[in-house]
């Protein structure tokens, strides 16, 4: 096993320091090691996997009078694509299914449409990535050898594993951080941040300036920003995968993980639940359409206290730096995401702007020491 990776040393820090605070029943609940965040980034590296794989087969030809194994394993596509036929019918011929569609509510159908999709891709997957790689060894050396291959795709497997399973991990931790920190409160800090908001605006109140602007298009579109950000990190991480090569994920993952990181033991230590869990407004948000997205994609997960410091903004800049990095094309796609988010998180009533100014100050941190850590180097002339 070679030397710990800096990441991996932060988890290994993150551990004893929850260890430390509740003890070790937290890691016990292994329901929520699967939330829909960790699933969806897990899912991306199957996906960008299979992509990957795809591509490189379809650029290698086959080698003069392989035509048998051609054709045995165009014909192994049938047995390779079975599960993920057989988990799509029987998905969608459960009456059980549908009939809960049908009482579900708006904000339910997503994440439930979501998790039937994952899983029933999830099933497939497998199969399909184990026929893309027979496929790429009888390309490449014209025969089939076990051993070979196990060390071969076996060892590259395995090594990719490693780079994405302590972001995994670091995402899958958002859900216990409720126990570790309901397990272990301190004094709550709403209102010290909000006190801290008026000294910025002198003596006024953001929050209140705000309700002056609110307008219905614009609280859709803020909405949106917020809620695309579950979308963000497969996205992005996929893409930065795929164009970038391991290095750059490596930079990436690192940046967000640590970030992550550093921002759970803030929930731990300085507790805030921010605006919209402790205060009242004269004036409502207009969120006709996307109320029920941001429902089901956002507030359905989110635990008490996890606002200081807005991981929302840090995160969203980190993804945005990425991108910018190592798929430039995809950078502009998501600009305006990235743009909104600071003012999505006020606007929507989640922070404080100091919980803001904390996560853009330690996004800037968390990128200077990521870039030191891993010397990745920028492919910005990739193209998504």
């Given amino acids: 096993m070679r030397a710990l990776r800096p990441i991996e040393w932060a988890v290994l820090a993150f551990s004893a320091f929850v260890l430390v605070r509740v003890g070790p029943a937290v890691f016990l609940e292994y329901r929520q090691l699967a939330g829909l965040r960790t699933v969806s980034v897990f899912f991306a590296l199957g996906l960008v ?11 290698l030809p086959w080698r003069e009078g392989a035509q048998r194994r051609q054709r045995a394993h165009a014909r192994a596509f049938l047995f390779a694509a079975l599960p993920l036929v057989i988990a799509a ?11 809960e569609l049908s009482k579900a509510r708006t904000a339910q159908l997503i994440p439930m449409v979501a998790t039937v999709f ?55 931790a958002y859900a216990w951080m409720d126990a570790v920190v309901g397990g272990k409160l301190g004094e709550e800090r709403d209102t010290l941040m909000a006190s801290i ?10 929050l209140e300036l705000l309700e002056s602007v609110i ?36 930079e990436a993952a690192f940046a967000l993980g640590a970030a992550l990181l550093v921002g759970y033991v803030s929930y731990s230590l300085v507790p805030v639940k921010g605006p919209v869990l402790t205060r009242s407004f004269d004036v409502s948000l207009d969120l006709y359409l996307l109320a029920s997205v941001k429902e089901a994609m956002m507030d359905a997960t989110r635990i008490t206290w996890d ?44 922070h404080y702007v100091v919980d803001v100014l904390a996560g853009l100050g330690l996004a800037a941190v968390t ?18």
């Avoid at 891993?374 to 193209?383: A, K, L, R």
């Fill in 307 to 350: 606002c200081f410091p807005s991981m929302h903004t840090c995160c969203t800049v980190l993804l945005g730096w990425a991108a910018w990095r190592h798929v430039r094309r995809l950078f502009w796609w998501v600009l305006p995401i990235v743009a909104s988010m600071p003012l999505a998180c006020v606007y929507l009533r989640y």
């Fill in 197 to 206: 908001d008026r000294a910025l605006f002198l003596g006024h109140d953001p």
């Fill in 367 to 384: 990128i200077v020491v990521a870039k030191r850590l891993n010397h990745s180097p920028s492919t910005d002339t990739q193209s998504a």
């Fill in 215 to 250: 307008w219905r298009p614009l609280s859709e579109w803020l909405a949106f920003a917020y809620s695309f950000y579950a979308v963000l990190f497969p996205l992005v991480l996929g893409a930065v995968f795929m164009f970038g090569g391991r290095p750059a994920l490596r």
């Fill in 89 to 99: 019918l029987l998905a969608f011929s459960t009456p059980t299914l549908w009939a």
């Fill in 118 to 172: 994952l899983r029933v891709v999830g099933v497939g997957l497998p199969t399909l990535l184990l026929w893309l790689a027979v496929g790429l060894e009888l390309k490449r050396h014209d025969a089939f050898d076990l051993r070979r291959f196990l060390r071969g795709q076996g060892g590259a497997f395995f090594s990719t594993l490693r780079d994405w399973a302590p972001l995994l991990f670091i995402l899958s």
């Fill in 49 to 59: 996997g299979a992509v990957s794989l795809a591509r490189e087969l379809a650029a």
